[in-house]
Nanobody
Framework: QVQPVESGGGLVQAGGSLRLSCAAS????????TGWFRQVPGKEREFVAT???????YYADSVKGRFTISRDNAKKMVYLQMNSLRPEDTAVYYC??????????????????WGQGTQVTVSS
């Protein structure tokens, strides 16, 4: 079973950029849907973006046009390029993998494997 492993978080000023990486440990993301979710302490987990097994991508309205999710099958990696970052993007970002049906791609409960998370902090 593939285990996502995130990296790339950090501290950035508002308007800046970061790229998060998610490595497929113990397997590959081929054939799976891999997504990014985020969570702020005391708040519910929030969908950010996902890329399905067929390459189709989906985004939360709050990040559309600023974030881009991509996959490199050869490197067994999924990336989240985050541009024009805002203080409200501050959160722990989690990579998740699974086989959700189309109607559930934004539902974290539909993903089977989760990474440990990486902190993103955007200062104003």
């Amino acid at each position: 079973q593939v285990q996502p492993v995130e990296s790339g978080g950090g501290l950035v000023q508002a308007g800046g950029s970061l790229r998060l990486s998610c490595a497929a440990s113990g397997g590959t993301f081929n054939g799976y849907t891999t997504g990014w979710f985020r969570q702020v302490p005391g708040k519910e987990r929030e969908f950010v973006a996902t890329i399905r097994y067929n390459g189709y991508t989906y985004y939360a309205d709050s990040v559309k046009g600023r974030f881009t999710i991509s996959r490199d099958n050869a490197k067994k990696m999924v990336y989240l390029q985050m541009n024009s970052l805002r203080p409200e993007d501050t959160a722990v970002y989690y990579c998740a993998s699974g086989q959700p049906i189309l109607s559930a791609v934004r539902d974290g409960n539909a993903y089977r494997s989760w990474g440990q998370g990486t902190q993103v902090t955007v200062s104003s």
